[in-house]
């Protein structure tokens, strides 16, 4: 024993190291969970839109009606649209939809159309097929999103009839 070496064990610096490396991570984990949450949305407008189709021959469109509530910046919506039927979806938001619609608000009792039969189906994205669809009575889906807060502010099915 007098010539025996003494080795010293690696083992508690080994677990040391990796005790200190999962408090790292956690940390770093629990940093981005917290750090996502300071960024929070926009709280969504309180809103009561309805949406339908009206008019006839060269004066059909889809009429977008404000019945109560806040506010809204147009392009701060973001509107979808999808015809049964048919291999047809549009989506319409921003500036694009400002100019779509004519406005850039909508107050309580307002309401906006898509301007006659061509621009209803410019809006569809129909390709000139919306007096076929009119004839059919096609239903056609509709959301309405308010993209500051990610909120759906008005879902509906609307047929293309002729009023």
């Known amino acids: 024993m007098l010539g025996a070496e003494r080795e010293t064990a690696v083992s508690p610096v080994i677990g040391v190291m990796l ?3 999962i408090v ?3 940390a770093a984990l629990v940093a981005s969970f917290a750090g996502g949450a300071v960024g929070a949305k ?5 809103v009561d839109l309805a949406v339908y189709a009206a008019g006839n021959g060269d004066g059909f469109c889809i009429v977008f009606e404000h019945r109560g509530g ?3 910046a147009v ?19 921003g500036k694009d939809l400002e100019e779509l619609l004519g406005a850039d608000t909508l107050r309580a009792g307002d309401s906006l159309d898509t301007g006659g039969l061509k621009a209803t189906d410019a809006f569809l994205d129909l390709e000139g097929k ?5 004839k059919e009575s096609a239903v ?15 879902k509906s099915s609307i047929l293309l009839k002729e009023r």
């Open 75 to 93: 392009r701060d919506l973001k509107v979808t649209t999808w015809v049964h039927g048919s291999r047809c979806s549009a989506s319409h938001e």
């Open 19 to 21: 005790l200190l490396a």
């Open 70 to 72: 806040e506010q809204l």
């Open 130 to 134: 919306v007096s076929d669809r009119i």
């Open 24 to 26: 790292i991570v956690l």
């Open 42 to 46: 926009e709280r969504a407008p309180s």
């Open 140 to 154: 056609v889906e509709v959301t309405v999103y308010h993209l500051p807060s990610g909120a759906l502010l008005h």
